[in-house]
Nanobody, 126 residues
Framework: QVQLVESGGGLVQPGGSLRLSCAAS????????MGWFRQAPGKEREFVGA????????YYADSVQGRFIISRDNAKNTVHLQMNSLKPEDTAVYYC???????????????????WGQGTQVTVSS
């Protein structure tokens, strides 16, 4: 079992930045690739990005490429999502999730993930 808790969500103006964190507890954190997903009202949950077990490899959705950065600290069992140049269409509940998939590029599907956090709301509005 892996327990995941997100934090750092809130209200930010367009063009602003926000950093989300996900704290993990339970089984060896470094055994899992980690992903970030988001879900806006009335829409399906969508992939944002993922980071490999060791943190070397990352993969992002086209919609956030160049604006969002995922990092992890296996010593502290945490993963972060740095969000820059935020847009109103980035508004959603953001979730972190854990998967045994080997690489970040392969970890794009919702069904690949075994454990999920409860989500944190991000609202981009003036």
């Amino acid at each position: 079992q892996v327990q995941l808790v997100e934090s750092g969500g809130g209200l930010v103006q367009p063009g602003g930045s926000l950093r989300l964190s996900c704290a993990a507890s339970g089984r060896a954190f470094s055994n899992y690739a980690m992903g970030w997903f988001r879900q806006a009202p009335g829409k399906e949950r969508e992939f944002v990005g993922a980071i490999s077990r060791g943190g070397v490899g990352t993969y992002y959705a086209d919609s956030v490429q160049g604006r969002f950065i995922i990092s992890r600290d296996n010593a502290k069992n945490t993963v972060h999502l740095q969000m820059n140049s935020l847009k109103p269409e980035d508004t959603a509940v953001y979730y972190c999730a854990a998967t045994r998939t080997r690489t970040a590029a392969q970890a794009r599907g919702v069904l690949l993930y075994d454990y999920w956090g409860q989500g944190t709301q991000v609202t981009v509005s003036s």
